[in-house]
Every structure is written in C-alpha cells, then in structure tokens.
C-alpha cells in the first residue's frame, strides 16, 4: 500500500509569495493533517481535516490555510511568505479516530529567500 | 494544554549501551502517547504507541517504552544500542477527549551511536 505522498519535495520562494503543497494520504484514510518543522520551534502542528471539513487547529496566522478534497486528498496554502516560514512541512493521514496512528509523508521542503 | 517534555536535546551512547530517552507529558487525563523517530531528510516514522492497554509497549526495531501515570512519563528504552540508531526521536501526546489527530510533540532527543 502506498504511504503518504507529498508534492513538491523541495521548493524556493521569494517573501511576499504565496505557496500551496500538496498532500495525497494513504488509500482509505480520512484524516490529514499538517505539521509545521523547524530547528527554532521544532514540531508544531497546524490544522487537521476529516471529511473535507477542518476539525482542529494550531496556533498559526491567517496566512497558512488548507483545504481537503472528496477523495482526501490535501492542500495548504501560505500567503504572503515570510522569512520565518522557511521550514520543513509534514503532512499525516490517519483513519481518524483518537489515537489512531498517524502515518507522515517525507515532507515539502520550503526555503523563502 | 498539553506539554510535553524531553530531558537531553542530545543524548551520546556507546554501540551495545542501554539507550534510555526520557518523556514526560502534561495533561489532566492519561493521553494517548507515542514515539516516533525522523532519520536525515526523512518523515517521522512510528516506533510505538500507548492507548491505554498494556503499560509496557513494544515497539519495532526492539525499542519499548513504559507507561507510568505517578511520573507522567514514558521512557523510551532500548537494551543494546546500534549504529543505524542514531537518528531524531519525538514524543507526542494526543487528549483522549479530542476527536481527532492532533500530535502535541516534544522538542525531540537527537540520539547518537559511538562505534
């Protein structure tokens, strides 16, 4: 079965862009969720979807948005890219339930120059 | 809010050594716990986790760790260290009250393996 698939791995922006990454979860699984990896502030966590609706989310500016599709698929969007915004993006899926476990992806790079 | 703490940001042990990585979490109600590890470049992959069953988990890789609600914590412990050990190793708690998917993660033990 195929894991968690993120797109693009590896990507440049200059600040004021915006950015969206993608997200495909593990056939079946109806939760994704995203998490937000840097050295300064290590892992934090930035919204979860189930069913195309957002249940839970982080501590983060308006700027960082998501959305997910019929087939569970994900996306987030960063508007307005800072500086600080450079960091290491995760994406998990899981069935949903608390508790269950959660599987991530590699990950989408992002460097803001 | 949840918190969760890992003692040692850096953690050095010979090959053959005990590997003991230490966690302990806040929350008023026993959470769900885990750990997972994040080799270079890589996702995070899970070791194991606790849901309230038995309080000694075991996980791959022959790692285990032990639920202690009096300490709130959840050591992780491998008896023999190898060298493909060495890696990032994150715990993360989950409030069983949460419907959902969200991971509260401590700041991670960076673990090494000296030959």
């Known amino acids: 079965k195929a894991g968690v698939t993120q797109t693009p791995r590896y990507l440049i922006k200059t600040r004021g862009q915006q950015v969206t990454l993608s997200c495909s979860p593990i056939s079946g699984h109806r939760s994704v969720s995203w998490y937000q990896q840097t050295p300064g502030q290590g892992l934090q966590f930035l919204f979860e979807?189930?069913?195309?609706?957002?249940?839970n989310k982080g501590n983060f500016p308006g700027r960082f948005s998501g959305r997910q599709f019929s087939n569970s698929r994900s996306e987030m969007n960063v508007s307005t890219l800072e500086l600080g915004d450079s960091a290491l993006y995760l994406c998990?899926?899981?069935?949903?339930?608390?508790?269950?476990?959660?599987?991530f992806g590699e990950g989408s790079w992002l460097t803001v120059v | 809010a949840q918190s969760v703490t890992q003692l040692g940001s850096h953690v050095s042990v010979s090959e053959g050594a005990l590997v003991l990585l230490r966690c302990n979490y806040s929350?008023?109600?026993?959470?769900?716990l885990f750990w997972y590890v994040q080799y270079p470049n890589q996702g995070l992959q899970l070791l194991l986790k606790y849901t309230s069953a038995a309080t000694l988990v075991k996980g791959i890789n022959g790692f285990e760790a032990e639920f202690k609600k009096s300490e709130t914590s959840f050591h992780l412990t491998k008896p023999s260290a190898h060298m493909s050990d060495a890696a990032e190793y994150f715990c993360?708690?989950?409030?069983?009250?949460?419907?959902?998917?969200?991971?509260?993660f401590g700041g991670g033990t960076r673990l090494m393996v000296k030959p």
């Open positions: 979807y189930f069913s195309e609706t957002q249940r």
């Open positions: 929350s008023s109600v026993p959470p769900y």
């Open positions: 993360a708690v989950s409030d069983q009250g949460n419907a959902g998917n969200m991971l509260t």
């Open positions: 998990a899926s899981g069935q949903g339930a608390s508790g269950n476990t959660i599987y």
